[in-house]
């Protein structure tokens, strides 16, 4: 009988800028509006780092994430520490910045905020909202239980604290990224190098006539200010590249 052994998957550390990039790329494709990714791209990469479902599940879910739901949002404030709200099935990563900072302005009003959830996709990814909330100044516990089709539901309780002096006690997992990186599996951040190049202009004529500091009309006309140690040639850009039997 022969024995196999499986090697164990190969790790690489991704810094926090190629995270951020590559993620908000992502998003980008997925539609969500510009103004509203870099907060969705922070819930990623805090789910990442709590070992949730961070890269893998942004492949998995990157096409459904939108924000047609985000209107149908109903907020009960009525009792003044307490928030009762309706996501309308709308994503946790969608979810969570909003109603990050509406839990902490109640919470530095009041003291504290008791925050009532329901029909969230995925809610466990609402644990996002604990690291979220302390950049803040804010202590979060999440108590998640899982629902139908409709999403599940949630307890969310903020405290407001005294704002952290600095990163390190901020936003600790951060810190370490910038540290030490986030540890990923190569196979999956091969995965989310695919992806993102979607979000980029093909290779052509045009994209390289723009690319840089200068453009290129097409009579030939250089518009911008070329670099004095430029030197490259211009006429490389009005021919398109040629394809060679078994590039890649």
Not at 62 to 83: Q, T
Not at 126 to 143: D, H
Not at 150 to 158: K, L, T, Y
Not at 168 to 194: I, M, Q, R, S, T
Request: glycine share 8%.
């Amino acid at each position: 009988m022969t024995t196999v052994t499986l090697s164990p998957p190969r790790m690489v550390a991704v810094s926090v800028r190629e995270a951020r990039m590559w993620v908000e790329r992502i998003l980008l494709v997925a539609g969500l509006p510009p103004g509203y990714v870099p907060a969705t791209r922070e819930c990623v990469l805090v789910s990442q780092a709590l070992a949730l479902g961070g890269f893998r599940r942004l492949l998995a879910v990157y096409d459904g994430l939108e924000m047609g739901r985000f209107a149908k949002i109903a907020v009960d404030s009525s009792h003044d520490e307490e928030l009762a709200v309706d996501a309308a099935g709308l994503d946790a990563w969608v979810l969570a910045p909003t109603l990050t900072d509406l839990a902490v302005d109640v919470a530095r009003k009041c003291g504290r905020a008791d925050v009532r959830v329901r029909r969230v996709l995925d809610v466990d990814e609402l644990q996002v909202i604990t690291a979220l909330a302390r950049r803040q100044g804010a202590n979060a516990t999440v108590l998640a239980s899982h629902g139908d089709a409709d999403g599940g539901s949630a307890a969310v309780r903020v405290t407001n604290l005294a704002q952290p002096g600095s990163v390190e006690e901020a936003d600790p997992l951060l810190h370490d990224a910038l540290l030490n990186g986030f540890p990923v599996d190569e196979a999956l951040w091969k995965a989310v190098y695919d992806l993102q190049k979607r979000a980029l202009a093909r290779d052509s004529v045009v994209s390289r006539r723009h690319a840089g500091p200068v453009i290129m009309l097409d009579d030939g006309t250089i518009v911008g200010r070329r670099p004095n140690d430029d030197d490259f040639d211009p006429t490389m850009l009005r021919s398109v590249p040629v394809s060679h039997p078994g590039a890649t």
